[in-house]
C-alpha cells in the first residue's frame, strides 16, 4: 500500500510539472482518452521496469529472511531446514498484480488531470474546487465530506467495541477493520481541512499560522504524504503492542508463570517427596540451608510423555504431553486465564483450577471426557480448536480406550503451553503405568529481603536440585527463560512484519523528501517575495520547516491514533502494551 501510494505521489508531481505540455496537446485537439492512455503508456513502462526490478529485490528480501531464521531466529522456529520457495508462477502473479495495481493508481491520478480544461492546464489555475467538478460536488461536497468521515469514525470505534470479549478471529476482523476505517476517517477529515477550512482568506499574524495556511496550498500532496506516514506508523505501533517480554519484578501469582521461579523436567521419575526436611537433610542441606530453604516450596506433577504442542514445534501434534497436577497445586491456584466454562464461573471465579476435580465422564460411544485446563494458544493453534472452552482433544491408549481432554480453562501465555494439565487422580486412572513424577515447579515465598535476595536463592536451589538428580536427568530453567522461549516464536513473526513497517515508513520518508523538493523548485518566486517584503532567510526556512513538520506530524498523528483504536481491546485485556519505545 506504502508503494502504491509513492507512486501515485511521484506521478502526480510528474503531471502537475508537465501540465502546460498536456493543456497544450489538448488544446490541439487531443481527445481526453488519447491523453490518459498516452501518460498510461509512459507510466506502464516506468512500471514494469519497476516490477522486474521488485522481484529481484523481493527474493533478496526473502532471502535475507530465511537467513534470519536459520540464525537469529533460529531458537523461534527451532528448525533449520526451512528454504525459500520461489515458484515460476508466484512470480508471474507477483508481475501481474504490481502492474495492475500501479496502473490503475497512475490512471485515477491522471484522470483528476486530464478532465480539466486547456485553459486550466495551461495557465497552471487548478484547484481543488475546478477539480471537484459538477455543481451538484461545489454545493453539496463538503456536505457529503463531512458525513464520509463522521460514518467511517464512528464505524471505527463501533468496531474497535466489538473486540472486547469475542473470540481472537472476531477480535482480528475488529482490529483491521478499525484500524483502516479509523486512518481512512482521520485521512478525510484531513482532505477536507486542506481543501477548505485552510482555504480562507483570514489575515494570518504569526510565522506558525503561515505554515498551517500553506498546507492548504496542495492538497492532494499533503494528505497523500500524511496518509503515506501514518500508514507505516499504524503498522510498526500495532505490530510493537503485541511484543511479549517478561516482567522484570519476578514472578507474579496472576501472570504466565504463576509465581513460580523455577521449572524443571525429569527423564526418568522421581519419588522422593522434596519438601520433606527429611528429604532435603538426606540430600546434603545443612540446618542453615534448611533454615534458607524454608520459604522454598516445590509442587511435584506426574507426567506422561508426549509430543510437545507448543509453538517451539512446528509440526503437529496428535500425542501431546499431558500433566497431572495435585490438590496442593489446585488449592494454591495462580496462572492468568483468558476464558473460564461459563457454567461454572461464580463457582470457581477465585480458582478455576478446582474445575479439574470434576469426575470425568463417558459417552454412549464409551469415550471418556477428562476436564482439562490448556494454554489458550495451544488450544487454538496447536490443536486447531477456536472456540476454545467446551471444545475437546481426543487420543487413543495403547488399551484402545478414547479419551477426550474436554477444554474447562484457558490460559494465558503460560509456561504450560503445549501440555495439557488434569487433575492427578484422574491422571493415575488414565495412566497407570506411569509412576512417581517427572514435572517440578519451584516456589520461593517472599523473605522480605527482596526480589535479588530470592533470585540468588532460586539460582542456589536450581543448582541443587540439578546435582543431587543428575542420574535422573533433571533439567530446571527459570520460568522467565521459559517464557522468553516461548515468546521468541511470536516475537520474531512481529519482527518480521516490524520491518515491513520499516519500509513503508523508509517509504514516506521518500515520499516526503520528494514532496519538500518539488515545493521548493515550484515555490522560487513565492521564497523571493517573501525575500523581498522583509523575511529573513532563516524566517524563511523555518516557515518551509514548520510546513513540512506539520505534514509529518500530522500523518504520525493519524498512525498513532489509529494504531491505539486497534489494539485498545488487547491492551485493556492485559494482552498487549502501549509501545512506548517504539
Not at 23 to 48: D, I, K, M, N, Q
Not at 111 to 137: C, H, I, N, Y
Not at 252 to 261: K, P, Q, T, Y
Request: proline share 3%.
Amino acid at each position: 500500500v506504502a508503494s502504491l501510494l509513492l507512486t501515485g505521489l511521484l506521478f502526480v508531481l510528474n503531471v502537475e510539472k508537465r501540465a502546460n505540455q498536456l493543456g497544450l496537446v489538448r488544446a490541439v485537439g487531443w481527445p481526453r482518452t488519447r491523453v490518459l492512455f498516452w501518460l498510461l503508456g509512459e507510466s506502464a513502462v516506468l512500471t514494469v521496469v519497476g516490477t522486474l526490478g521488485g522481484v529481484l529485490l523481493g527474493v533478496g528480501y526473502a532471502k535475507v529472511l530465511i537467513w534470519g531464521l536459520h540464525t537469529i531466529w533460529l531458537p523461534a522456529v527451532g528448525t533449520p531446514f526451512l528454504h525459500l520457495a520461489v515458484t515460476p508462477s508466484a512470480i508471474l502473479l507477483g508481475i501481474v498484480l504490481g502492474i495492475a495495481c500501479s496502473l490503475v493508481v497512475t490512471a485515477v491520478m491522471t484522470w483528476r488531470f486530464v478532465r480539466l480544461t486547456p485553459q486550466a492546464l495551461l495557465m497552471g489555475t487548478w484547484d481543488s474546487e475546478r477539480m471537484g467538478g459538477t455543481k451538484f460536488g461545489r454545493k453539496y461536497g463538503r456536505a457529503v465530506g463531512v458525513f464520509i468521515a463522521v460514518v467511517a469514525l464512528a464505524g471505527a470505534i463501533v468496531l474497535a467495541g466489538l473486540g472486547f470479549d469475542s473470540d481472537e478471529r472476531t477480535q482480528a476482523g475488529a482490529f483491521f477493520g478499525s484500524g483502516a476505517l479509523m486512518l481512512f476517517g482521520l485521512w478525510w477529515t484531513l482532505v477536507l481541512w486542506f481543501r477548505g477550512w485552510l482555504r480562507t482568506k483570514a489575515i494570518v499574524r504569526r510565522i506558525a499560522g503561515l505554515a498551517i495556511r500553506n498546507l492548504g496550498r496542495n492538497p492532494t500532496r499533503s494528505a497523500l504524504s500524511t496518509v503515506l506516514m501514518g500508514l507505516a506508523v499504524f503498522l510498526v505501533i500495532s505490530v510493537s503492542s503485541f511484543h511479549m517480554d517478561v516482567s522484570d519484578r519476578g514472578p507474579e501469582l496472576a501472570s504466565g508463570d504463576g509465581g513460580f521461579w523455577l521449572v524443571g523436567e525429569s527423564d526418568h521419575p522421581i519419588f522422593s517427596d522434596l519438601n520433606s526436611v527429611g528429604v532435603r537433610r538426606s540430600l546434603g542441606l545443612s540446618d542453615a540451608d534448611l533454615a534458607q530453604w524454608k520459604g522454598v516450596r516445590i509442587f511435584a506433577l506426574r507426567r506422561r510423555a508426549g509430543e510437545d504442542a507448543s509453538c517451539l514445534n512446528l509440526y503437529r501434534a496428535r500425542e501431546p504431553i499431558v500433566l497431572g497436577v495435585g490438590d496442593d497445586f489446585i488449592a494454591r491456584g495462580g496462572f492468568r486465564f483468558t476464558s473460564v466454562l461459563k457454567s461454572a464461573q461464580g463457582l470457581t471465579e477465585s480458582n478455576p483450577w478446582e474445575l479439574l476435580k470434576k469426575p470425568p465422564l463417558i459417552d454412549q460411544e464409551g469415550v471418556i471426557h477428562v476436564p482439562a485446563i490448556v494454554d489458550d494458544a495451544t488450544a487454538k493453534y496447536a490443536f486447531q480448536k477456536w472456540r476454545g472452552i467446551g471444545e475437546t482433544f481426543e487420543i487413543v491408549l495403547p488399551t484402545g480406550k478414547r479419551v477426550a481432554f474436554e477444554f474447562v480453562g484457558l490460559l494465558d501465555n503460560s509456561i504450560f503451553q503445549g501440555r495439557i494439565l488434569i487433575w492427578e487422580r484422574t491422571f493415575r486412572e488414565l495412566f497407570p503405568e506411569v509412576a512417581g513424577y517427572r514435572y517440578f515447579l519451584v516456589e520461593i515465598g517472599s523473605s522480605g529481603e527482596g526480589y535479588q535476595a530470592n533470585k540468588s536463592l532460586a539460582s542456589k536451589v536450581q543448582q541443587f536440585l540439578e546435582k543431587s538428580f543428575a542420574a535422573e536427568g533433571l533439567q530446571i530453567v527459570s520460568t522467565g527463560e521459559k517464557l522468553r522461549a516461548l515468546y521468541a516464536v511470536q516475537n520474531t513473526y512481529l519482527s518480521t512484519f516490524q520491518s515491513l513497517g520499516g519500509l513503508g515508513l523508509l517509504l514516506g520518508t521518500i515520499g516526503l523528501g520528494a514532496v519538500v523538493f518539488r515545493g521548493l523548485v515550484e515555490r522560487q518566486r513565492e521564497i523571493s517575495l517573501l525575500r523581498a517584503v522583509g523575511f529573513s532567510a532563516g524566517r524563511v526556512h523555518l516557515l518551509v520547516l514548520l510546513e513540512n513538520m506539520g505534514v509529518l506530524l500530522l500523518g504520525l498523528g493519524i498512525g498513532v491514533i489509529s494504531s491505539l483504536l486497534a489494539v485498545a481491546p488487547q491492551l485493556l485485556s492485559g494482552r498487549g502494551h502501549v509501545p512506548w519505545q517504539t
